[in-house]
């Protein structure tokens, strides 16, 4: 959480990712967006089905 919070700071407008790996057998388990640039809306579009 500290790195995250320096990086927020460091990149207020930045998105910031989390991506986890797994040593053993060197694939990527888990990715998420953790933080996202302040003013950012979600543009939701109506599907035609």
Same mark, same amino acid.
């Given at each position: 959480? =500290? +790195?995250?919070? +320096? #990086? *927020? =700071? +460091? @990149?207020?407008?930045?998105?910031?990712? $989390?991506?986890?790996?797994?040593?053993? @057998?060197?694939?990527? #388990? /888990? %990715?998420? $967006?953790? %933080? =996202?640039?302040?003013? @950012?809306? =979600?543009? $939701?579009? *109506? %599907? %035609? /089905?």
């Amino acid at each position: 959480m =500290k +790195e995250l919070g +320096e #990086c *927020k =700071k +460091e @990149y207020p407008q930045a998105w910031i990712r $989390i991506i986890g790996f797994d040593n053993v @057998y060197q694939v990527q #388990c /888990i %990715s998420f $967006i953790a %933080s =996202k640039p302040k003013g @950012y809306t =979600k543009q $939701i579009q *109506k %599907s %035609s /089905i």
